[in-house]
């Protein structure tokens, strides 16, 4: 018994309709948020940022606006690790929460 095999068709023209999203428009990146800082002294700070935006951006800003040691502290959010490489768009529920917190804490 054998099966048969789908068939489909291929539209390589230019004039095809575009079906398929660029990395920004999937992802959005650029869209603004904006985020609480509770710094290692107990202070605050807000910043205005992208959904894209990297942890290792966030801890530039830091250090190059208040002069916070970029390897001598770590975010947090919800009580676990913020790793540099990635942006906030990649922590779960970090978008979707209220205020949208992170903990920088001296390691």
Known sequence: M????????LNLSANAPKQTKTYDEESDIH???????TLPDGTSKTLNVTVGTTIQIIKKMLETDIG??????DC??????????????DFPGFLDSSDKHIEIKKR
């Open 2 to 9: 054998s099966k048969a095999i789908p068939s489909f068709s």
């Open 31 to 37: 869209e603004p948020v904006t985020v609480k800082l």
């Open 68 to 73: 916070l040691s970029y390897k001598d502290n």
């Open 76 to 89: 947090f959010y919800n009580g676990k690790i913020m790793m540099e490489p990635l942006s906030l768009n």
